[in-house]
């Protein structure tokens, strides 16, 4: 069993213990940029769908106005990610751990944001049975979701 910065910190490790060390830092981090890039490109897109279907009159204003904060909590906090590069995992795990669990918050988020759209916009699946069995499926996938 190898000891990490993280299992003595936290009481358990993760696979990403591995990419803590050079060279896999490096390396990780001049690959993950595809992953960020593409991941705050799909949030801008996601709000620009969100900003056309409340200018259509879809959305309440309620489901507005969470669209807009969490675009911009959003926003930052995938490109604060990166800062698990710079705050190197066995010498400021509080600070590396932050960047990790800010991108957990944000896909969350993400995927709140996109099921209460489906609530908010009645959008029913004809697979799921109509919009009564579509807001069942959402609910159990928010409440799995939610309880990990």
């Known amino acids: ?75 930052v906090l995938c490109a604060e990610f990166r800062m698990i590069f710079v705050c190197i995992a066995y010498e400021k795990v509080k600070q590396h751990t932050a960047g990790f669990l800010g991108l957990q918050i944000a896909l969350i988020l993400v995927a709140v944001q996109n099921s209460l759209f489906l609530i908010d916009t009645e959008v029913s699946y004809d697979f799921f049975g109509g919009i009564h069995n579509t807001r069942k499926a959402i609910g159990a996938y928010l409440i799995g979701l939610l309880a990990i």
Not at 6 to 32: I, K, Q, S
């Open 1 to 75: 069993k190898t000891q990490s910065h993280l299992l003595m910190f936290f009481g358990f490790g993760n696979v990403c213990t591995n990419w803590d060390y050079t060279p896999a830092r490096e390396l990780t981090a001049m690959v993950y940029p595809l992953f960020e890039y593409s991941l705050i490109v799909y949030i801008i897109l996601d709000f620009v769908t969100t900003l056309l279907a409340n200018r259509r009159g879809e959305l309440n204003a309620w489901f507005w106005k969470f669209s807009k904060a969490a675009f911009a909590i959003n926003l």
